[in-house]
Each structure stands twice: as structure tokens, then as C-alpha cells.
């Protein structure tokens, strides 16, 4: 099982460049959300999704968009990237029923020039 | 939402001492779990207790929790160098609460060897 995998794991943007965070996870679970973390402030939640075709905003969802088409995918769109948009963004999933636990990827650090 | 704070901010111990961190939260959870993260890596679950539950063993980890005080502590004994990471809680409320689970900064644990 390769669990989450997040692509790509570095990137560099110019202030309003676009791009997009891609997230799989080949668990079938229902459950997946973007966080970014930034020293000194923990993990952020960006956004979140119960299921294909739902999404709903977590804590910091301005700047970001996503969608939720499969199971598996769960990709984190950056329309016009901004210096503030500098992170490390880390993708997570979990199991609907389950007790809870989340299951990380290894992380994307985006940085933005 | 859910959330977790975690006391101290940072912990500085040496090789076999124990070390102890603190957890609070601010709403009724159904379950309140511990994560692990290695420099540069994705968070790693580590261990969940129940609201029913006052306290859990798993290997050198001993979970508390005191709902009357929505609080939790984190014990790791004898500590390793292995075991320098940042460590962070989440409650999550039960019913139909999808979870909005959101973290705090964590604690910043070094182990000297």
C-alpha cells in the first residue's frame, strides 16, 4: 500500500503563477483535507472533503480551490499564487467510519517568489 | 471545530529521562488522538483514546485523558534520541460531526543522547 502520496513534494511559483497540489490515496477512504503549516502557527486546515463530488472550506480556504471527482484524488488548486501562499501543505485522509485516525502524505513545500 | 493545544511549546530532555506533554480543548469530543512528526515529514498517528476511557498504554506511551478538565497528557518513558520530533493532539467530537479537525502548534520535543 502506498497510502497518501502527495506530488510534487517541492515547487517554486512566481506571484501569480497557478498550479495544483495532487493528492491520492489508495485506501478507499471517504475523508480526505489539505492543512498548510507554517512556523510558529501548527497545522492549518485549508479545506476538506467526505466524499466524492463534497467539499467544504476548513479554517484558511481563501486563495485555494478543490475538488473531489474520484475516491482517490483529492487535488488542492492554487489559481494566483501569493508570497502568503508559501507553506509546507500536507494532505490527509481517513477512514469515514473508523475510529478517526488520519493518515498523512509526506508533505509539498511551495515556495512563492 | 475541534482543536488541540499543546503545552509546553518546546522540551528539552536527556536520553532515558521521561517526557511529559500536556493537551487541552475547547469542545465535547468523542475521541482525542496523538501525532508524531519527524523533521520534515507528514504527521504519524500514535495513539487515540476514548472519552470513556482515563488512560491508555501502548509500549512507552501513556495517554491520560480528563474530559471534567478537557484536558490530556502524553508520557513517554525513557526516552530515546529517536523520539526528537514535534507531537501534536486532536480532539474529535463524535455524532455526525465530520470533523473539521484542526491542530495546534504542537510541542517541540528533543531528546539529548
Known amino acids: 500500500n502506498a497510502g497518501v502520496t502527495q506530488t510534487p513534494k517541492f515547487q517554486v511559483l512566481k506571484t501569480g503563477q497557478s498550479m495544483t497540489l495532487q493528492c491520492a490515496q489508495d485506501?478507499?477512504?471517504?475523508?480526505m483535507s489539505w492543512y498548510r503549516q507554517d512556523p510558529g502557527m501548527g497545522l492549518r486546515l485549508i479545506h476538506y472533503?467526505?466524499?466524492?463530488?463534497?467539499?467544504d472550506q476548513g479554517e484558511v480556504p481563501n486563495g485555494y480551490n478543490v475538488s473531489r471527482s474520484t475516491t482517490e484524488d483529492f487535488p488542492l488548486r492554487l489559481l494566483s499564487a501569493a508570497p502568503s501562499q508559501t507553506s509546507v501543505y500536507f494532505c490527509a485522509s481517513r477512514n469515514q467510519r473508523d475510529t478517526g485516525e488520519l493518515f498523512f502524505g509526506e508533505g509539498s513545500r511551495l515556495t512563492v517568489l | 471545530s475541534q482543536q488541540g493545544e499543546e503545552d509546553p511549546q518546546a522540551l528539552s530532555i536527556q536520553e532515558g529521562e521521561n517526557a511529559t506533554m500536556n493537551c487541552s480543548y475547547k469542545?465535547?469530543?468523542?475521541?482525542l488522538q496523538w501525532y508524531r512528526q519527524n523533521s520534515g515529514r507528514g504527521l504519524v498517528h500514535l495513539i487515540l483514546?476514548?472519552?470513556?476511557?482515563r488512560e491508555k498504554h501502548s509500549g512507552r506511551l501513556r495517554v491520560t485523558l480528563d474530559t471534567s478538565k478537557k484536558s490530556s497528557s502524553l508520557l513517554i518513558t525513557a526516552s530515546r534520541a529517536a523520539d526528537t520530533a514535534s507531537y501534536f493532539c486532536v480532539g474529535r467530537a463524535g455524532g455526525t460531526s465530520y470533523g473539521k479537525l484542526t491542530f495546534g502548534q504542537g510541542t517541540i520535543l528533543t531528546v539529548h543522547p
Open positions: 485506501m478507499n477512504h471517504e475523508y
Open positions: 483514546i476514548r472519552s470513556n476511557e
Open positions: 469542545t465535547s469530543i468523542n475521541n
Open positions: 472533503s467526505v466524499g466524492a463530488g463534497i467539499t
